[in-house]
């Protein structure tokens, strides 16, 4: 069965600072997505990272992926308020398009 | 605006009951997967539907059983509640490549 484990669980930080979201997953995937979530709604996804060495940015957020490695990070640049909510990193189970999804990272940004 | 509609948006049931939640899926996209979050948990994929037909399941049982209709609109049908169905049930439609959009969810609390 495939594994995605994320860590921290949980973070909180203090705003303008830098931190990385890792995810590691236990089989072949050449793909992992990034999905955001606030609380009591939905997830909104934020990256589709599509291959070895894919790196996407998107404001105060960065993600790559690691084929080799089976991991992705997700960095936080400079922290801000609106950041705080949950991540979640996301594993293809291969030939399929059934997700699994890691445990979450329940992100908060202190002022 | 995500494309994909659920409805309702809350529902409280009674253990033994049945229910059905829906979903209308984006345009154009025809696979459509439905995913159980627990509170504090990743979401859990149930099953997927492609052409209205099953093209997946998870480790459900099968009192959960689904449709999808040649609009590509869905149903997640619960059959005989239980107290651990109490979680978020999200709808995600897709196209090949592009991970999914996600409904805004269905709270079920089952008493």
């Known amino acids: 069965e495939l594994k995605v484990e994320q860590n921290p669980l949980f973070l909180s930080m203090q705003e303008g600072k830098n931190y990385t979201i890792y995810c590691n997953y236990s089989t072949t995937s050449d793909r992992l997505y990034w999905y955001r979530q606030d609380p009591g709604k939905s997830l909104e996804s934020l990256f589709v990272l599509l291959s070895n060495g894919a790196v996407k940015q998107e404001g105060r957020l960065m993600a790559s992926l690691d084929t080799k490695a089976r991991l992705s990070t997700l960095h936080i640049t400079a922290a801000v308020h609106d950041l705080s909510a949950t991540y979640f990193c996301a594993v293809p189970l291969p030939l399929r398009n059934q997700f699994y999804f890691g445990t979450g990272t329940s992100l908060t940004v202190i002022p | 605006e995500t494309g994909v509609t659920q409805s309702p948006t809350h529902l409280i049931k009674t253990r033994g009951q049945q229910v059905t939640l829906r979903c209308s899926s984006q345009?154009?996209?025809?696979?459509v997967s439905w995913y159980q979050q627990a509170l504090g948990q990743g979401p859990q994929f149930i099953f997927q539907?492609?052409?209205?037909?099953?093209?997946g399941r998870g480790n459900f049982p099968p009192r959960f059983s689904g449709l999808q209709f040649p609009n590509y609109s869905s149903e997640l049908n619960v059959n005989a509640l239980e107290l651990d169905d109490s979680a978020l049930y999200l709808c995600?439609?897709?196209?090949?490549?592009?991970?999914?959009?996600f409904g805004s969810g269905t709270r079920l609390t089952v008493v």
């Open positions: 995600a439609s897709s196209l090949p490549r592009y991970g999914y959009t």
């Open positions: 345009s154009g996209h025809n696979t």
């Open positions: 539907y492609y052409r209205e037909e099953e093209n």
